[in-house]
């Protein structure tokens, strides 16, 4: 395990997205279209916050996530659903200030400045 996963890393018996989604309060996914289940998303504590970030497909739609859970704080990265939040926190802004200065790369500084001021 690298020192990044690492700091997240916790000992646990849980082996499947769905037991580690029982009483969870956020589902953060940055993997493939369908991947969170309604019956996942059901067993969520109150108010979860999912942020569905696959692209172009996200692990779960807005649609069924709010049928699913009206209570639910859900954002996912496509235009075409309320509350997009991955791309639209590059647009413009990064990209704003990489033409500003004609920058000939996006590089892992400039991310991490956006990433703090975005904070």
């Known amino acids: 395990?690298?020192?990044?996963?690492e700091e997240f890393a916790v000992e646990t018996t849980l082996r499947t997205m769905e037991e580690a989604l029982g009483q969870a309060d956020v589902?953060?996914?940055?993997?493939?279209k369908d991947a969170l289940k309604p019956e996942y998303l059901a067993k969520m504590n109150k108010n979860p916050i999912i942020f569905a970030l696959a692209n172009p497909?996200?692990?779960i739609t807005y649609g069924l996530a709010k049928q699913t859970r009206?209570?639910?704080i859900m954002a996912t990265g496509r235009s075409d659903y309320p509350n997009q939040v991955n791309n639209a926190m590059c647009f413009p802004y990064l990209f704003?200030?990489?033409l500003d200065v004609r920058a000939?790369?996006?590089?892992d500084d400039m991310k991490i400045a956006a990433?703090?001021?975005?904070?």
């Open 1 to 5: 395990m690298n020192e990044f996963k």
């Open 27 to 32: 589902f953060i996914g940055v993997s493939v």
């Open 57 to 59: 497909d996200p692990e």
């Open 70 to 72: 009206p209570d639910c």
């Open 96 to 98: 704003r200030g990489a």
């Open 104 to 107: 000939k790369e996006i590089n």
């Open 115 to 119: 990433a703090l001021e975005l904070a």
